[in-house]
T-cell receptor, first 114, second 110 residues
Framework: AQSVSQHNHHVILSEAASLELGCNYS??????LFWYVQYPGQHLQLLLK??????LVKGIKGFEAEFIKSKFSFNLRKPSVQWSDTAEYFC????????????FGKGNQVVVIP | DADVTQTPRNRITKTGKRIMLECSQT?????MYWYRQDPGLGLRLIYY???????NKGEISDGYSVSRQAQAKFSLSLESAIPNQTALYFC?????????FGPGTRLTVL
């Protein structure tokens, strides 16, 4: 079964700072990778996803993520955050040819100070 | 207009009560899922269903049961609620790999 690790559960930063959230997974086969965002009081929304092709994926709201297969990583980045990026961010992985279950990391709570 | 809806959105109940959480979707997806979210633990899968006749246990199915009444409906029941089942519960659907989440049900068991 795959597992997903996210470090630094709480991140506090100022507006215009750069953000990088790490995600590592443990699964040796082909994977699909996702970042979901949960704004305060709201449900999870897809930020971006990687299935195949260019390992640098661009998502909504200026976010991007890079898949590095050799490091089993899918880190999320944003060059300049805004107050509205305050949210919880979840990395998720599934094995497309397995039972298709998503495994989630424990999340990163990001607070952006104006 | 929401594609995945959950009822109720909030519920407070007492220990020992039977509770049902309902999920409906208009996306036409075959696959449906129930997760619970706890602070610092992320989302954990309770049950999932790939079609009406297919029900599977997830990571934490003890104390829960489900019913897939139709392609569009997937209900989660707590047979006898206990306080450590206090959590935010999410329903999700998918056709293939991307999952779409409902707004969540906040359940408090006193």
């Amino acid at each position: 079964a795959q597992s997903v690790s996210q470090h630094n559960h709480h991140v506090i930063l100022s507006e215009a700072a750069s953000l990088e959230l790490g995600c590592n997974y443990s699964y040796g086969g082909t994977v699909n990778l996702f970042w979901y965002v949960q704004y305060p009081g709201q449900h999870l929304q897809l930020l971006l996803k990687y299935f195949s092709g260019d390992p640098l994926v661009k998502g909504i709201k200026g976010f991007e993520a890079e898949f590095i297969k050799s490091k089993f990583s899918f880190n999320l980045r944003k060059p300049s955050v805004q107050w509205s990026d305050t949210a919880e961010y979840f990395c998720a992985v599934n094995a497309p040819y397995g039972n298709n279950r998503l495994a989630f990391g424990k999340g990163n709570q990001v607070v952006v100070i104006p | 207009d929401a594609d995945v809806t959950q009822t109720p959105r909030n519920r407070i109940t007492k220990t020992g009560k039977r509770i049902m959480l309902e999920c409906s979707q208009t996306k036409g997806h075959d696959r449906m899922y129930w997760y619970r979210q706890d602070p610092g633990l992320g989302l954990r899968l309770i049950y999932y269903s790939f079609d009406v006749k297919d029900i599977n246990k997830g990571e934490i199915s003890d104390g829960y049961s489900v019913s897939r009444q139709a392609q569009a409906k997937f209900s989660l029941s707590l047979e006898s609620a206990i306080p450590n089942q206090t959590a935010l519960y999410f329903c999700a659907t998918s056709r293939r790999d991307e999952q779409f989440f409902g707004p969540g049900t906040r359940l408090t068991v006193l």
